[in-house]
Structure formats: C-alpha cells, structure tokens
C-alpha cells in the first residue's frame, strides 16, 4: 500500500504562485523513482479533471492545455515527494489538487490509470 499525502495550498490573486507537494509513503522504498505521477484538480464544474502528469521512465510530461507553460512537475526521490509549481495562478485555477500515483511508470491522462491518491489540497485563485 501507498499513501499520498498533498499539502501547500492556499489562498493566493492571481497572477501569484504556490507549489504543492505530494509525500508517498508505505511501500516506496527504491521504487518511487520508478513511478509515473500525476495531478489532477476537482471543480463542482469539471470532476478529476487532468492537469499534468510524468512518467520520468521515459521521460514524458502531459500537460493540460489550460496549464501549459504555467506549471510544471518536479519530484525529489530521496524524499519520496512530488511537486506541483504553479505559476501565473488564474481564477479559472480554483480546485482542490489530488496527485496520484501509477505503479508501472506509465503516465496517462485519465484518473482511472492510477493506483492510489491523496486526500485533496484546496487552492483558491481570487480576481
């Protein structure tokens, strides 16, 4: 089993930033490195919508069109952590973040590709 665990979120105007991190802990000693990672964003408006993902096994990134060249991902194996930086944050940006985990290295861009989740971080864009 593997428990992601989401924090950094906020309150920030747009046009700010914010960097989410996404801790995996339980089963990821010498394999997180292996796994492809992803985060999505949940709006009343557009369930588990794609934002961005990376298999760093082939070294893809797939970006929502809306998010492309604002955020990118980044992850630090030693600390079992990945991380979401957002950049030039718009209202249309207000969701609340889950990052997910795909145990084969293979990053899609629909939510049912991924094993495990975290609870959810909260990022609010004001105008």
């Known amino acids: 089993q593997v428990q992601l665990i989401e924090s950094g979120g906020g309150l920030v105007q747009a046009g700010g930033s914010l960097r989410l991190s996404c801790a995996a802990s339980g089963r990821t000693f010498n394999t997180f490195r292996t796994y492809a990672m992803a985060w999505f964003r949940h709006t009343p408006m557009k369930e588990r919508e794609f934002v961005i993902a990376r298999s760093w096994r082939d070294d893809k990134t797939y970006y929502a069109d809306s998010v492309k060249g604002r955020f990118t991902i980044s992850r630090d194996n030693d600390k079992s952590t990945v991380y979401l930086q957002m950049n030039n944050l718009k209202p249309e940006d207000t969701a609340v973040y889950y990052c997910?985990?795909?145990?084969?290295?293979?990053?899609?861009?629909?939510?049912?590709?991924?094993?495990?989740w975290g609870q959810g971080t909260q990022v609010t864009v004001s105008s």
């Open positions: 997910a985990l795909e145990r084969f290295g293979i990053a899609g861009m629909t939510w049912p590709e991924y094993d495990y």
